[in-house]
Nanobody, 119 residues
Framework: QVQLVESGGGLVQAGGSLTLSCAASGSTLSIKAIGWFRQAPGVERAFVASRGWSGGSVYYANSVKGRFTISRDNAKNTVYLQMNSLKPEDTAVYYC????????????WGQGTQVTVSS
């Protein structure tokens, strides 16, 4: 079992920055990849970014490429999503998720953290 806890959401003006954190605990050695997703009201949950748990490939949605950065503090088992140049359309609940299969199947999810970008 893997437990994920997100934090760092809040209200920010357009053009501002915010860093989300995702603290992983439990069977972290089983994690193959970690991802960030977001869901706005009335919209399906969408992929934002992901990376291999131990490094390797990093992927971003086109809508956030060049503005968001996913990283990991190995010592803390914490993954970050640095979000710069935020836009109102980035407003959503952001979730981190863990893939323990290596096949892109995210089985473990955090509770989510709200990000609101005002215009």
């Amino acid at each position: 079992q893997v437990q994920l806890v997100e934090s760092g959401g809040g209200l920010v003006q357009a053009g501002g920055s915010l860093t989300l954190s995702c603290a992983a605990s439990g069977s972290t050695l089983s994690i193959k990849a970690i991802g960030w997703f977001r869901q706005a009201p009335g919209v399906e949950r969408a992929f934002v970014a992901s990376r291999g748990w131990s490094g390797g490939s990093v992927y971003y949605a086109n809508s956030v490429k060049g503005r968001f950065t996913i990283s990991r503090d190995n010592a803390k088992n914490t993954v970050y999503l640095q979000m710069n140049s935020l836009k109102p359309e980035d407003t959503a609940v952001y979730y981190c998720a863990a893939d323990t299969t290596g096949w892109g199947q995210y089985s473990y999810w955090g509770q989510g953290t709200q990000v609101t970008v005002s215009s």
